[in-house]
């Protein structure tokens, strides 16, 4: 496989790959982090609506479409990453996905005080938002801020994240589900 492609690795589209513009500086997860992610996700992610903040390659989002999400929304604020997730979804016939290219919490400021739609019905938050942004920029720490305040996350629904390993994380609104670490990331599941 070359650089910029990432395959998909269970569900109705396993073996698909996914490409994203050449030079894009993303980071997509690891195979074998995306296998352990959904092993504890397990039947859960079956009919859940799924937010990708920093989506970037759409690897995570894409395997949750394959295993059974009901929906997928994904926001990322590079327009040639955004096109490619555009592309991809069309590629393999994603038909319940909507690309938003903006800032992450710009998307969670507005998701916040506009409400959330699904597919053209109002929701009550996410059942699944995975967070994987940019290690050094601490947006991290923001967009859990900003969960926490809204009603962005289903009170059962759960937050993957990805930081830097190591890296300290402000987890006073969140507890710890699962957690595990590969090469220099930190990883895991949160819950209220």
């Known amino acids: 496989m070359t650089r910029n492609q990432v395959r998909i690795i269970g569900g109705l589209w396993k ?15 690891p195979s ?20 990708d903040l920093f989506a970037g390659s759409g690897a995570l989002g894409f395997e949750a479409l394959s295993r059974g999400a009901r929906s997928l929304t994904s926001v990322e604020n590079d327009r040639r990453a955004a096109e490619s997730l555009r592309g991809n979804g069309v590629q393999i016939g994603a038909t319940h996905l909507a690309v938003r290219k903006q800032g992450a919490l710009a998307f969670l400021r507005q998701a916040a005080s506009d409400g959330i739609t699904i597919n053209g019905e109002p929701v009550h938050g996410w059942d699944c938002i995975f967070l994987d942004p940019p290690f050094a920029s601490g947006l991290l720490a923001k967009a859990l801020a900003l969960i926490a305040k809204g009603p962005l996350l289903k009170p059962d629904g759960r937050i993957y994240f990805e930081a830097r390993r190591n890296t300290p994380l402000d987890l006073q609104d969140w507890q710890i589900d699962r957690e595990g670490h590969a090469g220099d990331s930190r990883f895991g599941l949160l819950r209220r």
């Open 15 to 29: 073996g698909r790959k996914l490409r994203f513009a050449a030079g894009a500086s993303l980071r997509p997860t």
């Open 32 to 51: 074998r982090v995306r296998e352990t992610l959904f092993n504890w996700l397990g039947p859960s992610i079956e009919g859940s609506d799924c937010l």
